[in-house]
């Protein structure tokens, strides 16, 4: 009795300062939260655009608009995958679902830059490669900010993949949000801009994300 009563007081003590977990929200809730993110954004930036009275140039690119649409989509399956592969029960081939968007998304670009070689409106510009670029580190800050903060909590256990989708997202979303204060063509200059600020925002969040995710008691799923 004496020993059962010692354990008692052991487990009383120990659960003495728990407090409730609250549950996390689905997938596919915390992915219309990011989604959200993303038209606020792109709402602050049809707002910049009233106020400074710019009416920006006509695109010459048909290309563009459909590789806005399949960036667009890639954001949204890579930000929904990150959400899905931050639990512990789900599989790994999560990480697959953007993979077809991004393919379609690389091919429209390559074409349209195969395009823009026999197209003479469009034009290689070295300060719209520096402007692209910048709008779009711009715009995926506080995108990969949001999926660190709503994945933080889930304390995945794969967190480089996590982080890896999550970068993909902000970088993609940028990438599509990028039409609506900075038309461009498909010139060489303006896809290696983009190239590189996907490259860029992933690797920061792999770098940063894949810390931040880890669990607590730094414990690992074997694989």
Known sequence: MSESGDISRLIGDLSADLKPVRRLAPPWLRALYWLAAVLGLALVLLAIRVVFDWNGEPEVDPYVIPGAIASGLTALLAAFAAFELSLPDRSSLWALLP????????????????????????????????????????????LSAATIVMVRRARPLRPLPVAILGGLAASAAGATLLILVHPHDSAVLDLCSHTLAVVVVVAINALLGGRLFRPANNFRRRT
């Open 99 to 142: 993979l077809p968007a991004f393919a379609v998304w690389v091919a429209i670009n390559g074409l349209g830059c195969v395009a823009s070689l026999a197209n003479p409106a469009v034009q290689n510009n070295v300060p719209q490669f520096f402007s692209c670029l910048a709008i779009i580190f711009a715009l995926s800050i506080p």
